[in-house]
């Protein structure tokens, strides 16, 4: 069996207050895209839980075991939930990684999701997204896995519907490390929080952005280039969008950036195919 993991845009990025858990408080909207990861997930009795066969990307095969948010996400159900089942989890690698999409956590939640099922755990699903936000803050959101007004640390979700749009995500091939954005002294930390859980009339802005832009030339040339068609960044990035009404209003920033860097064109859905 196959099973997907989307990827999502943070359409704006609110930065509204720092925690004194280390983590800040924010404001977004995670719009879901139907760029997804592939999962192969089955059960072992043997209690194991295993990454089969050979990791599919660079960046997975990189990491340790013990670093994989899918297998971190199995090892903390098996626990959680006492299951003596193991898993056998293979992940086909479409969204890139470390780009402010949360493929890894899409990853990560498509894990829970299933082995919920395959365990027959029959958790309901605010147990799993509790579980979810030990693994990042970006999980919770895939485990409603619908488009989604984010508070907190984007775990208190608001579901929204939006009108279909169509992405253009270009990838500007850094790697950006989120605890240091969201660590840096110039981070502005205050903006201020919204009177209604909906897209801000003029459509806010990413906070990260000043500070990666500063930090990453290679972001800022990409911001710079789709400038005209109201480029942003998703996330702590380094992907940047721009959004339009068809697939044919992308074509022209499309052409442009795929001279330089990776591109991807997604369309915007309300549900996640996982459900
Ligand atoms: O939750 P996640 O693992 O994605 O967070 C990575 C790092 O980003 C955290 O350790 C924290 O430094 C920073 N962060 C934050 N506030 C958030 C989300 C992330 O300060 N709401």
Redesign the pocket.
């Known amino acids: 069996m196959r099973y997907p993991a989307p990827a999502k845009l943070n359409l704006f990025l609110h930065?509204t207050g720092?925690?004194a858990d280390?983590?800040?408080?924010?404001e977004t909207v995670f719009q879901l895209i139907d760029l997804c990861d592939e999962l192969q997930i089955s059960v072992r009795k043997d209690g194991d839980i295993r990454r089969e066969p050979a990791p599919s990307s660079a960046v997975l095969a990189s990491l340790a075991d013990a670093d994989d948010l899918t297998v971190r996400a199995a090892r903390l159900l098996q626990q959680a939930s006492g299951s003596t089942h193991g898993a056998d989890l293979h992940v086909d690698k479409r969204i890139p990684a470390g780009g402010g999409l949360g493929g890894g956590?899409s990853d990560a939640a498509t894990v829970l999701l299933v082995l919920n099922r395959l365990w027959e755990l029959h958790w309901p699903r605010a147990r799993l997204a509790e579980l979810a936000?030990e693994?990042?803050?970006?999980?919770p959101v895939f485990i409603h896995g619908k488009t989604a007004f984010g508070r907190?640390?984007?775990e208190e979700l608001t579901p929204l519907q939006l009108p279909p749009r169509w992405y253009l995500i270009v990838d500007p091939g850094v790697a950006v490390a989120?605890?240091s954005?969201?660590?840096a002294p110039e981070l502005t930390r205050d903006t201020p929080a919204l009177k209604i859980a909906a897209l801000p009339a003029g459509g806010g802005r990413n906070d990260c952005e000043a500070v990666v832009r500063q930090r990453y030339p290679e972001v800022a040339r990409v911001l710079d280039l789709l400038a005209p068609w109201g480029g942003r960044m998703t996330g702590?990035g380094a992907c940047v969008f721009a959004a339009a009404d068809s697939r044919e209003a992308l074509q022209a920033p499309a052409t442009a950036a795929s001279a330089f860097w990776r591109t991807f064109v997604a369309r915007g859905l309300d549900h996640s195919p996982i459900l």
């Open positions: 930065v720092r925690r280390g983590f800040h408080d924010l956590s936000l693994l990042g803050s970006d999980v907190g640390r984007g989120t605890r954005v969201f660590n702590s």
